[in-house]
């Protein structure tokens, strides 16, 4: 049985990605930490304003509790929904653990930023705001960050699986979402 963890930064599409991949592997499970984290803290589903109200150490302690019995439980292909680092603190906050020694690879999603910021800003438009986007700031502004935090989270989820002795798989998901699709389809039948 494989377990991967699925990440990257948010807006990249981990969520569609993983949808998609579960439906050309029909035996996959899949597991949110975001989904998982509001049905421990008793937060309603989507609702991530009061989810960010929770003190994110207990939220790392807990996505850490919740990832290890999710893995630990599995019994078919596992894909995990689930952020290797939190960009909430000035210093980029380390969301793994053991569990992710149980890991059969870490996929890191990336893409480039401009279709982040136009992936978050068709979010914005269905009223799911990222708090962290200044909302004042330009397009340009937004590119930047979103560049910073993904060249921060390659080199930790590198160092992570080198630690862990977990292989990376690094998945381009930008205009032609369907390669994304199939890459991470194709690792979760190995």
């Known amino acids: 049985m494989t377990c991967?963890?699925?990440?990257?930064?948010?807006g990249v599409g981990k969520s569609t990605v993983i949808r998609q991949a579960l439906h050309a592997v029909p035996a996959g499970r899949h597991f949110s930490a975001s989904s998982a984290l509001m049905a421990h803290?008793?937060?309603?589903?989507?609702?991530?304003?009061?989810?960010?109200a929770v003190p994110l150490e207990d939220r790392v302690a807990a996505s850490k509790a919740l990832l290890a019995e999710a893995i630990a439980a599995a019994t078919a292909p596992l894909l995990l929904d689930a952020h290797l680092l939190s960009?909430?603190?000035?210093?980029?906050?380390?969301?793994?653990?053991?569990?992710?020694a149980a890991l059969d690879g870490i996929v890191l999603l990336t893409a480039p930023a401009r279709d982040i910021v136009a992936r978050l800003a068709a979010d914005a438009a269905r009223g799911r705001i990222r708090r962290w986007?200044?909302?004042?700031?330009?397009?340009?502004?937004?590119?930047?960050v979103i560049e910073r935090r993904q060249n921060i989270l390659a080199r930790h989820v590198r160092r992570t699986g080198s630690a862990w002795s977990?292989?990376?798989h690094c998945v381009a998901n930008s205009k032609e979402p369907a390669i994304a699709t199939a890459a991470v389809a194709d690792l979760l039948r190995i």
């Open 166 to 168: 977990v292989p990376v």
């Open 41 to 52: 803290f008793r937060v309603a589903p989507q609702d991530y304003t009061a989810l960010d």
């Open 4 to 10: 991967l963890l699925v990440t990257g930064v948010n």
């Open 87 to 100: 960009f909430e603190e000035d210093v980029p906050r380390d969301c793994g653990g053991s569990w992710v």
């Open 133 to 144: 986007l200044d909302p004042s700031a330009d397009g340009s502004e937004h590119v930047a």
